[in-house]
């Protein structure tokens, strides 16, 4: 998918699959971070024509289409992913004064009381309430309810079920459990995790155990079917002593369902993980000792699988995720490199459910949303104290994107420990939701790019007679498509560093005559190669290497403008 402008707001774009754009979504994932190193993908030792070789229209086009590919690669440059996120804050869920410790309900973003996070934590400033101690949660769409969704969310010890409308106004509980059947007084041992399936059904990760429980009577009002059915499905587990007791496991820390509703469970203890089918009969034991200790250099935390490729990504805590293919083959360890302040540590990760390239990932002090093809880096962390926001003293404990069929905004859900007004024993528990899209941000108007040349246009045909009047008729279809491109860059990025270091999106401003621009840029003989010249490899370098010269200065213009530097001048440098 590729985007275009929006030209009554030049800085924004809408998506688009056709025309060039579609060409450049074939080469290109829109992927730019701000603060990336741009450099374009051929070198002009790429691209020219090498002295041993002929001048045939094979080698001609290649070199031409190196050049076209720079060119799409420009186009590309032109396109940002915002990092003014959080857009949509909603508000949070918790614990109010008239509800008592025991319920809770909506603080929606305008409500009074959620002009900052901590208005539950000030009226129940010695009280624990049904949230404190939260751990984990997982949210999907009603069954038959459109207009309401479910979550399911956990402390140490218990299970609670909650059903709340899409305008965040209403919620109520549904599901409020210690024991895990209500035949036996058997209760949680030690919540840690929640999955979920495509089939609605809920997995917990209690201590050594892996429970799967049937959840339709709190996803539904139809009393047809919300009186059917057990709660309890299947449990598994116990503690063992070895990664290959199939059944069993040493130090269980996280679950997730994978793309076919398998059921992935991280062994930290047994430095490997498990899988095993939606009935929890095992499948397969990946044993990763050597990863998971040496190469990680730290404690595995989180485990996720993207839906698209069936890929596994297990989270570390100092900031390493290691990436297993289909096979459970390590494929590639990415190391992330953020600005952390003091204390910070990674904890959970998550992908987006209509982005293929985006994941979250969250410290527990901030949320992180990045491009899955650049994982070492960030579109940018979720600004929670900006004044629209007020999210501050969160002790941030997981984060989960709602299940739904509706595609306008991942749901993103976000459960934290107030730890401004109380002790750490008795915490405020919240649930944060945020409505997040993809922002893209563009310095340049598209509406050009129905007029420009496509390769199969510029390329030399192969029935064509290769002479320099030939050639120039190919060069001249390329400056024009890159001159073209130049007259619609209308503005340059702005960029600031906040105290941590990240670059954040500002905004955008024309271009003026003292930043790097092809105001006056006018083309020459150069460009092209004379009728009297004999056709060799270093007379069509020329005009070659001055194209490549050209996107190299709009390269240039593609660059943010940083309006501050890093570290700042009160900053010792070396510390935090």
């Known amino acids: 998918?590729?985007?275009?402008?929006?030209?009554?707001?030049?800085?924004?774009?809408?998506?688009?699959?056709?025309?060039?754009?579609?060409?450049?979504?074939?080469?290109?994932?829109?992927?730019?971070?701000?603060?990336?190193?741009?450099?374009?993908?051929?070198?002009?030792?790429?691209?020219?024509?090498?002295?041993?070789?002929?001048?045939?229209?094979?080698?001609?086009?290649?070199?031409?289409?190196?050049?076209?590919?720079?060119?799409?690669?420009?186009?590309?440059?032109?396109?940002?992913?915002?990092?003014?996120f959080p857009k949509v804050f909603r508000g949070y869920i918790g614990s109010t004064q008239v509800s008592g410790p025991n319920l809770f309900?909506?603080?929606?973003?305008?409500?009074?009381?959620?002009?900052?996070?901590?208005?539950?934590?000030?009226?129940?400033?010695?009280?624990?309430?049904?949230?404190?101690?939260?751990?984990?949660?997982?949210?999907?769409?009603?069954?038959?309810?459109?207009?309401?969704?479910?979550?399911?969310?956990?402390?140490?010890?218990?299970?609670?079920?909650?059903?709340?409308?899409?305008?965040?106004?209403?919620?109520?509980?549904?599901?409020?459990?210690?024991?895990?059947?209500?035949?036996?007084?058997?209760?949680?041992?030690?919540?840690?995790?929640?999955?979920?399936?495509?089939?609605?059904k809920l997995y917990v990760l209690d201590a050594y155990t892996v429970h799967k429980f049937d959840v339709d009577s709190i996803l539904t009002n139809n009393p047809a079917i919300s009186a059917i059915g057990r709660f309890l499905i299947k449990s598994l587990g116990g503690r063992a002593t070895s990664l290959f007791e199939k059944s069993k496991f040493v130090n269980p820390v996280a679950i997730t369902l994978g793309k076919d509703d398998d059921v992935y469970v991280l062994d930290h203890g047994g430095n490997g993980y498990k899988v095993y089918d939606k009935d929890l009969n095992w499948r397969y034991t990946n044993s990763r000792k050597n990863d998971f200790t040496q190469l990680s250099g730290g404690s595995v935390v989180d485990i996720a699988v993207d839906r698209t490729?069936?890929?596994?990504y297990v989270l570390v805590d100092n900031g390493i995720i290691l990436e297993y293919d289909e096979n459970g083959l390590l494929k590639e360890k990415h190391t992330l490199v953020e600005r952390l302040a003091l204390n910070e540590k990674y904890r959970r990760l998550t992908f987006s459910r209509i982005y293929d390239d985006v994941l979250y990932v969250i410290t527990n002090q901030s949320a992180y949303k990045k491009f899955k093809t650049k994982l070492s880096r960030s579109i940018g962390a979720f600004r929670m104290n900006k004044p629209t926001n007020r999210i501050e003293h969160e002790d941030l404990k997981f984060i989960d994107v709602m299940r739904t069929e509706e595609t306008s905004f991942d749901y993103v859900f976000v459960g934290a420990d107030s730890t401004f007004y109380t002790s750490a024993s008795k915490p405020k528990g919240k649930?944060?939701?945020?409505?997040?899209?993809?922002?893209?941000?563009?310095?340049?108007?598209?509406?050009?790019?129905?007029?420009?040349?496509?390769?199969?246009?510029?390329?030399?045909?192969?029935?064509?007679?290769?002479?320099?009047w030939v050639i120039n008729k190919s060069l001249h279809k390329l400056l024009y498509n890159h001159l073209l491109f130049r007259d619609n860059i209308h503005s340059r990025y702005l960029s600031r560093f906040d105290d941590q270091g990240r670059s954040q999106y500002m905004g955008?401003?024309?271009?003026?005559?003292?930043?790097?621009?092809?105001?006056?840029?006018?083309?020459?003989?150069?460009?092209?190669?004379g009728l009297n010249e004999p056709v060799l490899a270093g007379t069509i370098n020329r005009p070659l290497e001055v194209m490549y010269n050209l996107q190299?200065?709009?390269?240039?213009?593609?660059?943010?403008s940083v309006t501050n530097k890093f570290p700042y001048p009160e900053h010792v440098v070396g510390t935090k």
């Open 508 to 529: 955008i401003r024309y271009i003026t005559d003292t930043d790097p621009n092809l105001f006056m840029y006018q083309p020459t003989l150069d460009n092209f190669i």
């Open 431 to 468: 649930i944060f939701k945020f409505n997040e899209k993809m922002n893209y941000m563009t310095v340049a108007y598209d509406t050009y790019k129905s007029h420009v040349y496509s390769l199969s246009a510029i390329n030399i045909d192969k029935e064509e007679y290769v002479t320099s």
């Open 552 to 560: 190299f200065d709009l390269l240039n213009m593609m660059r943010e």
């Open 1 to 84: 998918m590729t985007t275009n402008t929006n030209d009554y707001m030049p800085d924004t774009t809408f998506t688009s699959t056709t025309g060039v754009d579609a060409e450049i979504g074939s080469y290109f994932a829109l992927d730019r971070y701000f603060d990336d190193t741009l450099v374009l993908p051929f070198s002009f030792k790429d691209i020219k024509i090498k002295t041993n070789e002929l001048c045939v229209a094979d080698n001609i086009n290649a070199s031409l289409f190196k050049l076209h590919y720079n060119f799409l690669y420009l186009n590309a440059q032109t396109k940002i992913a915002s990092n003014d």
């Open 105 to 200: 309900g909506w603080y929606t973003h305008g409500d009074a009381l959620s002009t900052y996070s901590n208005a539950v934590s000030s009226q129940l400033a010695t009280t624990n309430t049904i949230l404190s101690g939260v751990v984990d949660g997982v949210f999907a769409q009603s069954l038959g309810l459109a207009d309401y969704y479910a979550g399911f969310v956990a402390t140490s010890g218990r299970l609670i079920g909650f059903r709340s409308n899409m305008d965040d106004s209403q919620v109520d509980i549904r599901l409020n459990k210690t024991t895990i059947e209500d035949a036996t007084s058997l209760g949680f041992t030690n919540i840690k995790q929640l999955g979920y399936s495509s089939d609605n």
């Open 309 to 312: 490729s069936d890929y596994v």
